[in-house]
């Protein structure tokens, strides 16, 4: 009997619209975990080779943890996962708020949702009753608003996950939406929900969290919540959230700014932490057992518009914010709703939108094309473009598609200032300076994201200009931040408040009776890294090296302003930190798992399944 | 003792009820607790805690003396409840929380778990309210 698991997979194929229930298998518990781990695995297993993304071969995973729903700190987290439409490789994301608990209560630790629905439906779960309703009434409709609908109909007590017209538009920068401004936001996950005719997921679960010794979670979670509450961060970080790093980021030279020209934007002041807490803050609100809640739940008014959003955090402030350069507060934090509302990644969503603009300016695109001139600093440019490309009008139809694609088909050297890699557009850090951030970028399994290996502070503490070292502490977190969201958990106690990563064996332990170590952890870490690479090189047919650069804006064009003024990795850099990764990994210098690798962490048949046997 | 109870100050956590739920009931369940928490979103984007002041409305109506206060609490004994509902109507403050899984009502008893771990400051002792955990 499992500890810490409801025990139970609900699998639905919404083509057929049935579904079953099945037992957890004991095994993948034990062997990956939960959450990005049970994605991971399963889309392996589940997803037949060469799936249309948006096809109904493809797969959608919503998996919580064993910690998920748990009385530990910030134990809320999901990950959902499908093959991405805007890689076409692995992909999955995750978010907070309570749908990942309430999953759990409901008895399944996983959904596995198949096929596609002929009219708009929604997943209606409470406890054991399932069943497939009709959204007709509700396709078209916002995130928040379809959400806030779901909720005056179900009751406040299910929780909501949905998508806005992005979604159903296939645009492949949307994203999944929850509690009013939680969201899985990258990968493009919100296309395959789209794809699937599938507008939202509402669950209410109660019966609470299966646990061998609740005695023994009770006792461990006091302790932890008072250690917790003991570290200097729990008051100083919590006040301003994630976006209190935006002075940090500008002041060592990396913050996306102007479609990543430079990394410094001048009066950033005006859009950080203190001012999103002074100027537009109602609420901190949290995740379910979150004691350092960073959203900054806000209402913002610009030019006689007014909206509620949570947020900006950080991400948005420096893609929004700084990417598309705005100036005020209240600005960043309207195009923010627009960008929910619409059910728009703002990461890729900000990406995008600099990139529609720095094309503007160097007329690869036409006013005609956008139905407006459009500039930097600008609100209502934002809002537009973000509008275009939600509902895939005019030039917006190319947008949707992401900048790698759009930049393919207009051309004219656009690509160089396509700012992604594997087609996910880079998140808030400008890596020219920044070694260690930019592989973790170049390697993460997803594509340009810096939640795999949040490897920045590294290059400050040890100097951003040596290269040693760094293919190696990126590997090492990328095994063990993972390990964070296989289990549930958030990171930010660990990154931002400094509660010790030594906790977490304790705190699995205790809910699991397994008797994990960081050893043990680390190396599920490492199963999973390698599997999702096998799963890239079985998805795309060229998969290799050539997917792990980054656009030539990176090695080919100085820092022009700011503290990092005139730095820039070069290429041969690049190419060095390539190699010592590959071989530190046991790949080969195409980026390619050896098989004894592969043997040594239990994947053979995934290798002969790759043909790298 | 006292129950105090800031809304403006609730993150919407839900740690209360889940320590709640481990001390009354040795479960890990946020809806087997003896408070709960609405959210009232996207506007006015505010929390509200439901919770019980031990005002006594439960007792008074109980038709069978089910509820008994002991050293300022009152409590459900289960043995008498006939699960009725009754106090489930009458409390003002909709604090007599209904499980799905069992007929008798659940009841604050005041055990202080909830206000020794809410980390926002909104759940506190009114008796001793200096010590409230909450950065807020």
């Given at each position: 009997m499992l500890s810490g698991y409801a025990g139970r997979i609900l699998d639905v194929d919404l083509g057929s619209k049935q579904f079953t229930v099945k037992p957890l298998p004991e095994r993948l518990a034990r062997e990956y975990l939960g959450g990005r781990g049970f994605v991971s695995r399963t889309l392996f297993d589940e997803i037949e080779p060469?799936?249309?993304?948006?096809?109904?071969k493809n797969v959608l995973i919503m998996a919580s943890g064993p910690?998920?729903?748990?009385?530990?700190?910030?134990?809320?987290k999901v990950e959902f996962g499908a093959k991405?439409?805007?890689?076409?490789g692995y992909g999955d994301s995750n978010m907070g708020g309570h749908i990942g608990s309430e999953l759990k209560y409901a008895g399944y630790d996983m959904i596995i949702i198949r096929g596609q629905s002929q009219s708009p439906c929604y997943l209606y779960i409470d406890d054991d009753r399932v069943e497939i309703k009709d959204a007709s009434d509700l396709w078209g409709k916002g995130a928040i608003e379809t959400e806030t609908a779901l909720k005056a109909r179900l009751g406040d007590e299910f929780q909501i996950a949905t998508i806005g017209v992005a979604g159903e538009n296939l645009v492949k920068i949307a994203c999944i939406s929850h509690d009013f401004g939680r969201q899985a936001g990258r990968t493009g996950i919100g296309a395959v929900m789209g794809s699937k005719k599938l507008k939202a997921i509402a669950v209410h679960g109660t019966k609470g969290v299966p646990l061998a010794d609740p005695a023994k979670v009770l006792e461990v979670g006091k302790n932890k919540f008072r250690a917790l509450f003991a570290k200097?961060?729990?008051?100083?970080?919590?006040?301003?959230?994630?976006?209190?790093?935006t002075d940090w980021v500008n002041e060592v030279g990396s913050f996306p700014t102007r479609n990543f020209s430079?990394?410094?934007?001048?009066?950033y002041e005006a859009i950080n932490g203190k001012a999103v807490r002074e100027k537009i803050l109602v609420l901190d609100k949290g995740c379910?057992?979150?004691?350092?809640?960073?959203?900054?739940?806000s209402h913002t008014r610009v030019n006689g518009r007014e909206a509620y959003v949570e947020g900006p955090e950080y991400e948005t402030v420096a893609l929004i914010g700084g990417n598309c350069m705005l100036s005020k507060v209240e600005e960043v934090a309207y195009a923010n709703y627009v960008m929910d509302e619409l059910g728009i990644d703002t990461i890729s969503g900000g990406g995008v939108v600099a990139f529609a603009i720095e094309c503007f300016e160097r007329g690869i695109i036409s006013e005609s094309d956008l139905g407006r001139a459009v500039r930097f600093g600008d609100v209502d440019s934002v809002v537009h473009i973000a509008n275009l490309v939600a509902k895939r009008e005019g030039i917006g139809d190319v947008l949707a598609e992401g900048v790698r694609t759009a930049s393919a088909k207009l051309g004219r050297g656009s690509e160089k200032f396509a700012m992604h890699v594997k087609g996910l557009e880079i998140s808030g850090y400008e890596p020219r300076n920044t070694p260690a951030m930019l592989l973790a970028y170049m390697t993460c399994d997803v594509g340009?994201?810096?939640?795999?290996?949040?490897a920045i502070t590294y290059d400050i503490a040890v100097g951003r200009?040596?290269?040693?070292?760094k293919a190696a502490k990126v590997i090492e977190l990328q095994h063990v931040r993972p390990v964070l969201d296989m289990v549930g958990a958030c990171r930010f106690p660990w990154i931002?408040?400094?509660?010790?990563?030594?906790?977490y064996p304790e705190i699995i332990n205790a809910v699991t009776g397994f008797s994990h170590t960081w050893e043990t952890l680390s190396a599920i870490g490492e199963r999973v890294w390698n599997l999702n690479r096998c799963f890239n090189i079985r998805e795309i047919p060229?998969?290799?090296?050539?997917?792990d650069y980054p656009p030539a804006r990176i090695y080919?064009?100085?820092?022009?302003?700011?503290?990092?003024?005139g730095k820039h990795i070069t290429l041969e850099q690049i190419e060095a930190l390539l190699d010592e990764y590959y071989d530190l990994r046991g790949w080969?210098?195409?980026?390619k798992p050896k098989a004894e690798k592969l043997a040594a962490l239990g994947l053979e048949e995934e290798a002969r399944a790759c043909g790298m046997v | 003792m006292k129950l105090g109870v800031?809304?403006?100050?609730?993150?919407?956590?839900?740690i209360c009820q889940t320590i709640c739920s481990l001390t009354l009931?040795?479960?890990?369940?946020?809806?087997?607790?003896a408070l709960k928490i609405v959210g009232h979103f996207p506007a006015p984007g505010r929390y509200e805690v439901v919770t019980c002041d031990q005002c006594g409305d439960c007792a008074e109506v109980c038709p069978v003396e089910a509820i008994k206060l002991e050293n300022g609490v009152y409590k459900i004994d289960r043995d008498e409840c006939?699960?009725?509902g009754a106090c489930v109507d009458a409390c003002p403050k909709g604090a007599m929380i209904l499980w799905r899984g069992d007929d008798v009502p659940i009841k604050c008893t005041l055990c202080g778990a909830c206000m020794e771990f809410c980390p926002r400051g909104a759940l506190y002792d009114a008796d001793k309210p200096s010590e409230q955990a909450g950065v807020a």
């Open positions: 060469g799936a249309d993304p948006l096809g109904p910690l998920t729903g748990v009385f530990l700190p910030c134990s809320s991405s439409p805007a890689t076409g200097p961060g729990f008051k100083e970080w919590t006040p301003y959230g994630t976006a209190g790093i430079t990394g410094y934007l001048e009066g379910f057992c979150c004691a350092i809640p960073c959203g900054k739940y340009a994201h810096h939640n795999r290996a949040w200009e040596k290269l040693e070292g931002e408040v400094g509660f010790e990563l030594e906790h060229d998969f290799g090296r050539k997917y080919e064009e100085d820092i022009p302003s700011g503290p990092t003024k080969t210098r195409d980026g | 800031k809304d403006e100050l609730c993150s919407g956590c839900k009931f040795d479960v890990c369940n946020p809806k087997r607790s006939t699960g009725c």
